[in-house]
Structures are given as C-alpha cells and as structure tokens.
C-alpha cells in the first residue's frame, strides 16, 4: 500500500496546509476523464470495491437508532481509501480491494472526525431550515387570516428548503477534499474542510460545472438498473484524485533548460 509522504512538522507548514490553485471551469471535464481513466487502469478491482463500499454503507446503516450517525461518519474513511487507490494506481502501483480500508491504518481517528463535522453540519442545516420555515409559518398564522395561514406555510415550506440546500452545498463543498487532504497532506479535519471549502469557492466555476455533469451522470448511472452506480462510484474517487492534484497538487517541474554546447579549443 502507498503510504503517502511525510508531512513537514510545523503544525502550519505548507505541506499540511496548502493553498488551493484557481483552475478554469474546463478542468472539470479533464477531472472526469481522468476518473475514467482510473476505473479502467483495474475495473474488475473498483467493482469489487463499489459493491464492498455500498455493503458497507447499508450494513452500516443498520446501526439501531444511530445508523444514519454512523454512516455520516464512516462515508470519509472509505472515500479516503479509495483516494489511496487512486494514489496507488497514479504511482503505477497496482489497485487492491483493501485500499477500501486503507483510510483505517491512516488517520482513522482525522477522518471520522470529519464524519463527525459532517454530521454535526448536516443536524445544523436541518435545525436552521426547520427555525427559518417555522418563522415564515409562525408569521402566516400570526395574519390570522387562513389565506394567510396558507401562505405562510408555502412560503415556510420553500424557504426553509431553500435554506436547508444552500447549507448542504456550502457542507458538500467543505467534505470534497477533506479526506485527500487528511491522508495525502496529514491537514487536522477541521482545517481540511476549511481549505477544501475555500478551494471549491476559488474555483466555483469548475464546480458547478463539475457538480451539473455528476447530477446528470447519476441519473444515467441509474437506467441500467442503478448497475451504473458500481462503475460511477470508482469513476468519482478518480474524479475527486484528480481535482485534488490538480488544485492542491504540485505543478509539474518544467523541462530543464537545453545547456549550450561546449564549442572545441
């Protein structure tokens, strides 16, 4: 398995917090052909690994009263193994099954706590959405009237959904990166989620791009019997791989310069 490189000590050192590049809205499309790209370098071993991951998250989900809890939670340690793989496979080493579990011997203990932040920032999402809808509902009934009433439930209803999908793009765009950067740059959770939501916003074109062509890609992952899922889901960890080395990654080192010949004595 490859471990990635060690992390300079300094606790604000560039190398566990990098600064995100501005990349244009074209990149996206590069991002998911390299996603493509590392399905097919091993695509009988990322199916394996699909059909593990979505095992998983369902045995996971079973978890009496706090199943939903735990697969919040446990979602950043598979996606960071599969990060790994990907890693792997960019070093021209070969994809296992265990890269599933890899995000379990690094960091284990980073990477749920950026479960945890996700699922504190999803109870946070819901309970404003609820307090903002309640309001615009409270305000309807307080009319008295009962065209009012209903308008304020309306109003309530869309602007409490409103609130609530605002929330959870700004949570998704703050977990996109925030695995790779725990285990390929060794960033504390709550900073990774920090850079990964100001490089989402950097380069918002390229993500809402990027988040346009996974929409419809899911819906057509779906026709086939939802049997598209297996090979979409290896596809988006080569996507999220490449989006990471492409805005956080190193830039590549120029050629070096042609050195004149020596002309004879």
């Known amino acids: 398995m490859t471990e990635p490189a060690s992390p300079a000590s300094h606790p604000y050192s560039s190398a566990r917090h990098p600064q995100p590049r501005h990349v244009s809205p074209a990149e996206s499309l590069v991002w ?32 009496p009263l706090l199943g939903w809890a735990v697969v919040l939670i446990g979602f950043p340690v598979m996606v960071a193994g599969m990060v790994m793989g990907c890693h792997a496979l960019a070093q021209g080493q070969p994809l296992r099954v265990d890269h599933l579990a890899a995000g379990l011997k690094v960091h284990a203990g980073n990477l749920a706590l950026v479960g945890v932040f996700y699922l504190l920032g999803g109870l946070v999402a819901g309970f404003v959405s609820v307090v903002v809808g309640g309001g615009a509902l409270l305000t309807g009934y307080i009319l008295g009237a009962l065209a009012g009433l209903g308008l304020g439930l309306v109003s309530g209803v869309v602007l409490g959904s409103v609130v609530f999908s605002v929330l959870w793009v700004l949570l998704i765009t703050a977990l ?44 057509v992952a779906m026709l086939p019997a939802g049997l598209g899922v297996l090979v979409l889901i290896p596809v988006l960890a080569g996507t999220l791989y490449a989006s990471f080395q492409d805005v956080f990654g190193e830039r590549p080192a120029l050629p070096p310069a042609a050195q004149p010949e020596a002309t004879p004595e």
Do not use: E, H
């Open 32 to 63: 998911l052909k390299a996603g493509w790209s590392y399905f097919m370098q091993s695509p009988g071993v990322w199916i394996a690994i699909a059909v593990i991951f979505i095992v998983m998250l369902f045995v996971l989900g079973l978890v």
């Open 176 to 219: 996109w990166f925030a695995a790779p950067l725990v285990v390929l740059r060794d960033t504390p959770p709550l900073d990774a989620m920090k850079l990964s939501l100001t490089a989402c916003f950097n380069n918002f074109g390229a993500f809402v791009v990027l988040g346009v062509l996974i929409y419809v890609l899911i819906w």
